[in-house]
């Protein structure tokens, strides 16, 4: 099963927006922060900071409160991290994260690079207007995972923010999760859009990034090519990763029809991920698959267009 919608909100699909591509300002705040007053910034920090310390007091969490005073939060993340959020008043970002290694072992270590980049999503994608605090609760999960996983993870954000060159579609780790793909309990919009229980669900945004030499989705009303959005399954037991579809079984029990053009998108994922299968070389011994799956649609997704223009 997969899910692969069109995007429906573009208000909302900018809060996602993440990174510019390459070539432009990629640590430019957007035109949303520029316009919000020191005041909101503020209190819209604050609040994310008090959010931090409920998620952190959750039970089963993976995370424990090292200190706190009025402006810091240390915390200890599973074994092999250790993190810093503040309030600095000085910086263009209020809200600051500072992550650091845990003295772990060689096996568990997050390398200073990735720590890096993990600092920067935060800064770009969680701690800016509108502040939502689903984003860094799912922010906070994407902190737990377990180190080879993280890597992984780590390594979409990089294309995210340094895209292929000659890639048919852009990625985006989605914090939240966007409206076109709410359906039923388990994926309603705006709530966080990364989950880890047995298995881990997280969703890909991907913007087409070069119109001419690809055949795109058309939305009804638009001739522009339009955003999907496609959540993937990861089983760390099996190493596996696959596309799920909350839409079409939300639609399928309560009698509505399903749009066309998700159909569309629905069975080109199937198609893109059942040649991944095909053809991907086994991976390294303890590498999970997720990236691999997120780099092969970003270079192969092809979806025809729902009408002729």
Avoid at 32 to 45: H, R, V
Avoid at 70 to 91: F, G, H, M, Y
Avoid at 284 to 305: E, F, M
Wanted: aromatic letters at 6%; charged letters at 20%; glycine letters at 4%.
């Amino acid at each position: 099963e997969i899910i692969a919608c069109e995007e429906e909100s573009n208000s909302m699909a900018s809060q996602d927006s993440g990174f510019e591509l390459q070539g432009k300002n990629s640590t430019a705040r957007n035109s949303a922060d520029d316009m919000i007053s020191p005041l909101e910034g503020f209190l819209g920090s604050m609040s994310l900071r008090s959010h931090w310390v409920r998620v952190v007091n959750e039970a089963g969490s993976g995370m424990t409160i090292l200190s706190m005073d009025s402006a810091a939060v240390v915390t200890s993340i599973r074994s092999n991290l250790k993190c810093r959020l503040w309030l600095d008043l000085d910086k263009p970002f209020l809200l600051q994260l500072k992550l650091s290694e845990n003295g772990t072992s060689a096996a568990d270590a997050v390398l200073p690079k990735e720590i890096h980049t993990l600092e920067k999503f935060f800064a770009l994608k969680v701690a800016k207007y509108p502040y939502r605090p689903n984003a860094l609760t799912a922010f906070s999960r994407l902190l737990n995972l377990h180190t080879p996983i993280l890597h992984d993870m780590v390594e979409i954000i990089n294309l995210e923010m340094n895209p292929e060159i000659g890639w048919s579609w852009h990625p985006q780790l989605c914090m939240t999760i966007p409206p076109s793909v709410g359906a039923g309990p388990v994926a309603q919009p705006g709530t966080a859009a990364i989950a880890i229980k047995a298995k881990l669900l997280l969703f890909i945004k991907l913007t087409p990034c070069n119109v001419s030499s690809m055949t795109t989705l058309l939305g009804d009303d638009d001739t522009r090519p339009q955003p999907i959005v496609v959540s993937l399954l990861y089983n760390p037991q099996s190493n596996s990763t696959e596309p799920l579809d909350f839409l079409a079984q939300a639609r399928k029990s309560s009698g509505q029809p399903i749009p066309k053009h998700n159909q569309l998108v629905v069975s080109a994922v199937i198609e893109a991920m059942t040649k991944w299968h095909q053809v991907s070389p086994p991976q390294p011994k303890g590498k999970p698959t997720i990236s691999s799956a997120v780099r092969y649609l970003c270079a192969n997704l092809q979806i025809k267009p729902t009408r002729t223009v």
